[in-house]
């Protein structure tokens, strides 16, 4: 079955950096976009970034835009979120998705995502 292994969560100082990486296994890595989204404390999951199967087009949220970067290496079968200029608003656990199905589109809603990791906790101190 599919599989998705978020890793790369941590505790950072505000300002500071971090890479999330997303695994995938149990699917053709190559041929599906890839999404990233995160879930505050008492907050609804939101969509951060997408990015399509071959890494030629990117979407991000407003709230990220110029500080973060999704990217992947489908050699590797890994996506990834380069996170910088972190503030204490990122705080939330980030999964990472992939749809059943593909599109030239790149959704930003939930329910187009059909696998979903198990999350990987990132923490923005002030």
């Known amino acids: 079955q599919v599989q998705l292994v978020e890793s790369g969560g941590g505790l950072v100082q505000a300002g500071g950096s971090l890479r999330l990486s997303c695994a995938v296994s149990g699917r053709t890595f190559s041929t599906y976009n890839m999404g990233w989204f995160r879930q505050a404390p008492g907050k609804e999951r939101e969509f951060v970034a997408a990015i399509s199967w071959r890494g030629g087009s990117t979407r991000l949220a407003d709230s990220v835009k110029g500080r973060f970067t999704i990217s992947r290496d489908n050699a590797k079968n890994t996506a990834y979120l380069q996170m910088n200029s972190l503030k204490p608003e990122d705080t939330a656990v980030y999964y990472c998705?992939?749809?059943?199905?593909?599109?030239?589109?790149?959704?930003?809603?939930?329910?187009?995502?059909?696998?979903w990791g198990q999350g990987t906790q990132v923490t923005v101190s002030s």
């Open positions: 998705a992939t749809p059943k199905s593909n599109s030239v589109y790149l959704y930003t809603t939930l329910s187009w995502y059909d696998y």
